[in-house]
């Protein structure tokens, strides 16, 4: 038996869709996360033209939604067949990348052939969550924690904005250069969609009410002085601020990543090839350079350089995240977040791996460019990168 006839084969990115992306109690406020990601499901079947019994899991990111097996049920809400598995990650705004990592890996080894990635969240619809009452964390019956813990006291356990002020401290990134980012990014968003850069991939959704088809948080006139006005959010010597700080949304990025022999069998046209994923550890205290950390680790183990990266998608959580990978890498500013980034767009937590996949994809098509790098920092000191070569 020759074995390396079962194992390294290629993985291919078909294309994906997402919805528009709403604020937090917006436009998409009544929608159930897993009802955002069966219309896309159903979307991207008919877009694509595969069957639906060819369509053997669905691997999706959720981060704050009620618990349970979102991917299972959003299969099914879309009427997939009950073979079909599903299966939910939560790695905070890193799972929509990793759920795409996962799905590559399980491709590549020949585990499967059609997959369905990306991620669902619902900000709006997110649940009073409480510890119970035996736990020490427990502070009373009317009282709710906003998020789970994700590093133990002892070492640290910041909240985001504490990691985003403690790594502008120790990058030594002013706030100054925090909150030009942050209007280049609004300014490259608003640029984006009047010229209808990412209409190939958002997918409008009708309502009894009303038809969504735009981003609901793009800003219609950026201005560095409304930026400048915003107050630090720890305290007044602090450099992180909601004007270069993303916000919290609703929405969901759904990618089909697919096999060799299903590209050959049903006659698709693949967008990209997914050469590789990674994930790393770093200080929990200074998450935000967990994308950098994990980009290091798969530039090594692809035996690439950063030069060798044409376009940049990195999750713009903070402009600090970005900013930071800048100057690690000396990499050029304007191969990064081409479209603009999450401070414009907004960041529904499980969803923003899919998103960044999707602006990468678009990104390399619009400036006939060929390899792509996307990447996530992430609560409790985690990274998450890949990187894709587009298909001629």
């Known amino acids: 038996m020759n074995i390396e006839k079962t194992i390294h084969k290629k993985v291919y990115i078909i294309g994906g869709l997402r919805t528009p992306i709403g604020k937090a109690n917006g436009c998409l406020k009544e929608f159930l996360p897993e009802k955002l990601a069966a219309y896309l499901i159903k979307k991207l079947i008919y877009k694509y033209d595969i069957p639906k019994a060819s369509i053997e899991e669905v691997i999706l990111g959720n981060a704050i939604g009620p618990g349970g097996n979102l991917a299972r049920l959003s299969l099914l809400e879309a009427g997939l067949p009950f073979d079909a598995v599903g299966t939910t990650i939560d790695f905070q705004c890193g799972s929509g990348l990793k759920a795409i990592n996962l799905a590559?890996?399980?491709?590549?080894?020949g585990q499967r052939k059609l997959i369905i990635v990306g991620g669902s969240e619902s900000t709006s619809l997110a649940p009073n969550k409480q510890y119970n009452p035996k736990d020490y964390r427990y502070k009373g019956k009317d009282i709710f924690f906003k998020r789970a813990q994700f590093s133990p006291y002892s070492i640290g356990d910041p909240d985001m904005i504490e990691g985003a002020e403690n790594t502008a401290k120790y990058c030594g990134i002013t706030r100054k250069d925090m909150d030009i980012w942050a209007l280049q990014s609004h300014i490259k968003a608003l640029e984006s969609r009047d010229k209808n850069k990412l209409e190939d991939i958002i997918c409008g959704i009708q309502t009894d009410k009303k038809f969504i088809k735009e981003d609901e948080n793009i800003r219609k006139k950026p201005s560095l002085k409304l930026i400048e006005r915003a107050m630090p959010i720890l305290n007044r010597h602090g450099t992180i601020t909601a004007g270069n700080t993303c916000s919290t949304n609703d929405g969901a990025a759904l990618i089909i990543m697919a096999s060799e022999d299903i590209?050959?069998?049903?006659?698709?046209?693949?967008?990209?090839?997914?050469?590789?994923?990674?994930?790393?550890?770093?200080?929990?205290?200074?998450?935000?350079l967990?994308?950098?950390?994990?980009?290091?680790?798969?530039?090594?183990?692809?035996?690439?350089?950063?030069?060798?990266?044409?376009?940049?998608?990195?999750?713009e959580a903070?402009?600090?995240k970005v900013l930071a990978f800048?100057?690690?890498?000396?990499?050029?500013?304007?191969?990064?977040?081409v479209f603009g980034g999450a401070?414009?767009?907004?960041?529904?937590y499980g969803a923003s791996g899919g998103i960044i996949m999707l602006?990468?994809?678009?990104?390399?098509?619009?400036?006939n460019k060929e390899v792509g790098m996307a990447a996530v920092g992430v609560a409790g000191g985690l990274g998450e990168a890949a990187i894709i070569e587009r298909c001629d």
């Open 263 to 288: 590209v050959q069998k049903y006659n698709l046209r693949p967008q990209a090839v997914w050469i590789g994923g990674e994930s790393a550890g770093v200080d929990p205290n200074l998450f935000p």
């Open 326 to 337: 800048l100057k690690h890498f000396n990499y050029p500013k304007y191969r990064i977040n």
């Open 343 to 348: 401070i414009a767009y907004g960041h529904p």
């Open 290 to 315: 967990g994308a950098i950390a994990a980009s290091e680790k798969l530039l090594k183990l692809k035996n690439l350089k950063i030069a060798d990266i044409d376009l940049m998608e990195i999750n």
């Open 359 to 367: 602006h990468l994809l678009e990104a390399l098509k619009d400036r």
């Open 104 to 109: 590559g890996n399980l491709i590549k080894s």
């Open 318 to 320: 903070f402009a600090v």
